[in-house]
């Protein structure tokens, strides 16, 4: 039987890529939520000088993050006021920008843009990069589907280091308009510099603006390990998250040659274990590029994080433009979908709580396990 299910709909944007009609974005910028490549650049061909949107909604609230491909078969067209999404002339379904959040228009005290500092995730998840920086790049081992510096080269949209007290300025205004429930909070750090400890003012001046004891969300560090961990929990943060992009060992070596030098695999899943301890069972995630590895290895991981305690945040990837995965194709939609039920499925036996307080379904537009455990009854 064919599958017309949201997630299907889903990997198939995702794997497809985009494109729109002119009219569709006329109001992306003012009324509905822009891309600010606060990070990486997911769309399968840069933009600059177009306001294209971050992410849409389907008629069941299933966030899709916007990947523009001017070649894709899919476009989202205005008609009569309202949009729609194409497959060629024949139309899916009915679709929604997401709303621009106030702040996006307002200044810090220090007279910074605070879309320059936090943005919006899908429908409510303030993400923070804190240093947009990546030792691994000078040396040409950076993993091989990051583009991290050319969106920074391509966009320079956002501040590539923020001050503390201006990052909880961001946080005390985007809470007080209702939009957000959570953050993620990732960065890097230079030499010289304790990341730990960046991160522990960063979060004293987020709970101080917005009176959090423990703040809602997530922290993805550079991998995290020893003595490091437990001050990260007492940073006030409810959940860690460890970067480990791909299960199979081998297969992690070759893509991601610089980090694998410095956290090897078994490194990763002893922080995961001692983080499981100290932030509790559900607080901690794996987090993965899906697509660049085998269904067994990947299901393989998803086995293990979840018989540790640990949940698993899986990107789904595609070949983003300026990474050395250029040009590359993605695995078939039905193969995301096949593989990421199999793996909800896997999580729902874990009894693993999901951390829906930390991280959730409306948080991720290029996060496929969400929406498969939403499928299950799990929000
Ligand atoms: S560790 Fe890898 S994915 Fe992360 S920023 Fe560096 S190169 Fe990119």
């Not at 990341?195 to 003012?201: D, F, H, K, Q």
């Not at 990947?298 to 990474?323: D, H, K, Q, R, T």
């Amino acid at each position: 039987m064919k599958d017309t299910g949201s997630i299907k709909l889903k990997a198939t944007l995702l794997v497809e890529g985009i494109n729109y009609e002119e009219e569709a974005v006329e109001e992306v910028g003012s009324t509905y939520k822009e891309q600010n490549h606060g990070l990486f650049g997911w769309d399968f061909e840069n933009h600059t000088g177009l306001l294209l949107p971050d992410d849409l909604c389907l008629p069941d609230g299933t966030v899709v993050q916007f990947r523009f491909n001017s070649g894709s078969p899919y476009c989202v067209k205005k008609i009569n006021n309202d949009l729609f999404l194409f497959h060629g002339e024949e139309e899916t379904c009915r679709v929604e920008w997401i709303k621009r959040p106030e702040f996006y228009t307002s200044y810090t005290s220090n007279g910074n843009e605070m879309i320059k500092i936090g943005q919006v995730g899908g429908e409510d998840c303030l993400f923070y990069c804190y240093n947009n920086y990546c030792s691994h790049f000078s040396h040409n081992k950076e993993c091989l589907f990051c583009n991290l510096v050319s969106t920074s080269k391509t966009y320079n949209s956002v501040l590539k280091k923020k001050d503390y007290h201006d990052i909880g300025e961001v946080a005390a205004a985007a809470w007080a308009e209702g939009m957000v429930n959570h953050i993620l909070l990732t960065g890097g750090c230079f030499k010289g510099e304790k990341e730990v400890e960046i991160v522990s003012a960063i979060m004293a001046s987020i709970k101080k603006h917005t009176g959090f004891d423990r703040v809602p969300g997530t922290i993805l560090p550079s991998p995290a390990r020893g003595d490091d961990l437990l001050r990260y929990f007492e940073t006030g943060i409810q959940a860690i998250g460890f970067s480990m992009e791909i299960w199979d060992d081998r297969l992690y070596n070759a893509m991601c040659p610089g980090k694998a030098e410095t956290t090897s695999h078994n490194e990763f899943l002893n922080s995961i274990k001692t983080a499981v301890k100290i932030f509790g069972a559900g607080n901690v995630y794996g987090v993965f590029v899906m697509g660049l590895e085998p269904r067994d290895t990947f299901l393989e991981g998803i086995n293990v994080l979840y018989g540790e305690g640990a949940n698993v945040v899986p990107f789904v990837w595609s070949p983003n433009p300026g990474s050395r995965l250029e040009g590359h194709r993605a695995p078939s939609p039905d193969w995301y979908t096949d593989v990421i039920r199999e793996a909800a499925g896997i999580a729902c036996e874990s009894g693993v709580p999901p951390g829906t307080e930390n991280h959730c379904y409306r948080c991720d537009g290029n996060n496929l396990l969400h929406d498969a455990l939403k499928e299950k009854g799990i929000v």
